[in-house]
């Protein structure tokens, strides 16, 4: 008989952690060795029980549990991280993967894929809820063709993380938008602002637009009146 894989939950909400633990009971493959409340918690208990798998909710009262996933993954690579959540918003799921998730399920699919997730984690393989395949496949795609389209050396020598940052900036976000969606801090965000400027020698906002515009990172018709 395979030995059990063994489980941490992380989640801020009592009573969907019971029933998570319900749904791992009824699982001969899965043993809960430990639960969490939030993120530091969380990363406490991972470095301490040394799961095979966690189940991290995003939305963390301290944090965001994609960072906690990425320092999961730093800590202890043979850790199976996979993401439950009720966001199923591209630039969580992408941000997600990229920050080591093995798995992305939404809560709403908990009871019917959890199970499936987990299993396909567990043998080294990655795992995402059906209901958003196509959502993702189709960004990645657009992505690729827009990527495909900037043959500038400046622009490449950007880190992704700058690239990223500046594409953002370059559509008007703020500083805390930013920083919301990317899952980093503010300051980090100004710290990446400062490299882009530097980088591609420009000095001003609008020169950022003009540039971003010309190699067609964003829709200059989101800045006209």
Excluded at 127 to 147: A, P
Excluded at 170 to 177: D, F, Q, W
Aim: hydrophobic share 40%; glycine share 6%; charged share 30%.
């Amino acid at each position: 008989m395979d030995e059990k894989k063994t489980v941490l939950i992380v989640d801020d909400h009592p009573f969907f952690r019971e029933g998570l633990k319900s749904l791992l009971a009824r699982h001969s493959g899965f043993e809960l060795i430990g639960e969490a409340g939030n993120g530091d918690e969380g990363l406490r208990k991972a470095k301490e029980l040394r799961p095979d798998l966690v189940v991290m909710d995003i939305s963390l009262p301290d944090g965001s549990g994609i960072e906690v996933t990425r320092n999961i993954r730093s800590l202890l690579p043979e850790t199976r991280v996979v993401i439950l959540s009720m966001h199923s918003k591209i630039h969580y799921i992408t941000e997600a993967f990229r920050a080591g998730a093995a798995g992305y399920v939404v809560k709403e699919s908990a009871t019917e894929m959890l199970s499936e997730c987990l299993e396909a984690a567990s043998k080294g393989q990655c795992f995402m809820d059906s209901s958003i395949h196509h959502n993702v496949v189709e960004n990645l795609r657009k992505c690729r063709e827009q990527e495909a389209k900037i043959t500038d050396t400046g622009y490449n020598i950007l880190t992704r993380r700058e690239q990223q940052v500046m594409r953002l900036l370059a559509e008007g976000l703020s500083t805390k938008k930013i920083a919301e969606k990317l899952f980093i801090s503010p300051k980090t965000v100004k710290n990446h602002r400062s490299n882009i400027m530097s980088k591609l020698d420009l000095h001003t906002a609008i020169e950022l637009v003009r540039y971003a515009a010309r190699f067609g990172l964003i829709d200059i018709n989101l800045w006209q009146k």
